[in-house]
């Protein structure tokens, strides 16, 4: 299974709302996490089955999606959110998008 | 507090064998999987494979052939040897645990290996 994001790169200000895309090559049902990764790091986990909010993440994350289309926003962005976001797939085998870096 | 660390060689030679260990500490080695992860400088993550505490392995069909990973449950720690390097395989690699939902809830900080 191939996973696209985009974009890959994504400029944003302080306060905005943004949207990230995850599009799998065939259905994966509801089995996409998100992470986010600074430069550095080890990612971190913010969702997981495509919507649920991972233990202690914000609430201004959000993710929908099923099948082969999903989607992470990110409502009023703050400092701390610049970073890169990955997405990850789960059908037996694992595997990420490229990323999608947000800058400011 | 689970928390996973990364132990190893930084420098393999062309040719050799990479082996990682990952150390659990704080939690059970029960239930989970036990998953490596790396990230080639600049590039974004290649998930290399997991064992699940019972044993059964998983790994990604680019890298199978020249992949191992084994868990060790009394010692609480699970390793991965990677035969036949190249300077591609010149990553950070991570170790983490895989839940059943499919996701890496613990990471371990990584691991800098350099083929060279």
């Known amino acids: 299974i191939q996973m696209t994001q985009s974009p890959s790169t994504l400029s944003a200000s302080v306060g905005d709302r943004v949207t990230i895309t995850c599009r799998a090559s065939?259905?994966?049902?509801?089995?996409l996490a998100w992470y986010q990764q600074k430069p550095g790091r080890a990612p971190t986990l913010l969702i997981a089955?495509?919507?649920?909010?991972y233990s202690g993440v914000p609430s201004r994350f959000s993710g929908r999606g099923s099948g082969t289309e999903f989607t992470l926003t990110i409502s009023d962005l703050q400092p701390d959110d610049f970073a890169t976001y990955y997405c990850q797939h789960y059908n037996g085998y694992w595997g990420f998008g490229q990323g999608t870096k947000l800058e400011i | 507090q689970v928390q996973l660390q990364e132990s190893g060689p930084g420098l393999v030679k062309p040719s050799e064998t990479l082996s990682l260990s990952c150390t659990v500490s704080g939690g059970s080695i029960n239930n989970y999987y036990w998953t490596w992860i790396r990230q080639a400088p600049g590039k974004g993550l290649e998930w290399i494979g997991n064992i699940y505490y019972s044993g059964d392995t998983n790994y990604n069909p680019s890298l199978q052939s020249r992949i191992s990973i084994s868990v060790d449950m009394s010692r609480k720690h699970f390793s991965l040897e990677l035969t036949s390097v190249t300077t591609a395989d010149t990553a950070v690699y991570f170790c983490g645990r895989g839940t059943i939902f499919g996701v890496v809830n613990t990471w371990g900080q990584g691991t800098l290996v350099t083929v060279s």
């Open positions: 089955m495509a919507s649920s909010l």
């Open positions: 065939q259905s994966i049902n509801n089995w």
